[in-house]
């Protein structure tokens, strides 16, 4: 499967461009966030990233050219956005000093939903003529494909941002976030900066789901909790203590992690390698990490010891 990274890339067989920024739109939040960016100077991604959709709400091509719904270029459309694209300080500020004389951007949509657009930008001018917008057009199905997981309605969405180090929840949705403990932004902020993606179990009182995390550029984390059984039918006890033996510790130390009896312990690891259907518990360690069997705990000793995930 090609990443959007190989995705955007082969648009360089199609036409030219010096610049290029994906941004995705968070389901619930409509905050968008920097998937891909090359050739951009900070100013320059920092306007067309925040800038440009605070200024140009979803449906600005149909503004800018009801007639053919083409990608809206600088050098044929300026003066038909609402504001006239070369009069913001996203024009004159960022792009011209950063040594750019045309762009393009192109909104992304599967069906009904809003998936967020691509910018394009070259150091020629006229570069995004109506060929290039139509060739734009027909090749931006490449990306919308790449993209339309992140539209999923399926579970409960959750947007943290980084601060102070660690994870908090959007303050515009703390509402949806409610049915979930402060325990999740913690592990969660244990994903290693070179881990893009994490797929794990969550616990929430008798609940249990499905975790997919994806962590952004700059910091953004984005969560999607699926309700779901645990694996093998186990209880939420055995899927703890599952997870804490890919971290290697004793019964012992797994008892004073959780809080339970080493006896305690004991019986959840004999039946849980009795319900797996093997008979040692480095079994399971492996089993738990090769098919994301765990629940991130809030010290992060869970993520750190997952082969290649948080190293």
């Known amino acids: 499967m090609f990443s959007l990274g190989d995705r955007i890339q082969s648009l360089r067989s199609l036409f030219h461009f010096d610049a290029v920024q994906l941004l995705g739109c968070a389901p619930q ?7 891909h960016c090359e050739g951009y100077n900070l100013n320059c991604a920092s306007a067309l990233g925040t800038g440009f959709p605070q200024i140009y709400a979803p449906g600005f091509t149909a503004q800018a050219s009801p007639h053919d719904l083409l990608p809206p270029s600088i050098s044929e ?18 792009l011209l000093r950063g040594g750019f004389q045309d762009g393009m951007t192109v909104e992304l949509q599967r069906g009904d939903s809003y998936l967020g657009m691509i910018h394009f930008s070259s150091q020629q001018a006229g570069c995004f003529n109506r060929h290039v917008r139509t060739l734009a057009l027909g090749a931006k199905i490449l990306l919308e ?51 893009s993606t994490l ?31 645990l694996p093998a039918a186990l209880s939420a006890k055995e899927m703890q203590v599952l997870g804490w033996l890919v971290t290697g510790y004793t019964d012992r130390e797994i008892a004073a992690s959780l809080f339970l009896s080493e006896r305690t312990v004991h019986s959840h690891v004999t039946s849980l390698l009795r319900k797996l259907g093997i008979t040692r518990r480095t079994e399971a360690a492996v089993t738990a990490a090769l098919n994301h069997w765990y629940v991130p705990d809030a010290q992060g000793a869970i993520l750190a010891a997952v082969p290649g995930l948080c190293h």
Request: hydrophobic share 40%; aromatic share 8%.
């Open 199 to 229: 797929q794990a179990f969550w616990l929430e009182g008798k609940r249990s789901y499905r975790l997919q995390a994806q962590r952004f550029p700059k910091g953004d984390v984005l969560v999607r909790l699926l309700p779901a059984p």
């Open 145 to 195: 494909e790449a993209m339309q997981n992140m539209v999923s309605q399926n579970g409960v969405v959750l947007h943290l941002v980084p601060q102070a180090g660690g994870l908090i929840m959007r303050e515009d949705m703390l509402s949806d976030a409610s049915q979930f403990s402060p325990a999740l932004a913690k592990a969660l902020s244990f994903m290693g900066q070179e881990t």
């Open 29 to 35: 939040s409509r905050t968008h966030l920097e998937l």
């Open 77 to 94: 459309c300026s003066d038909t956005m609402d504001p006239p694209f070369r009069s913001t300080a996203i024009y004159t500020d960022a």
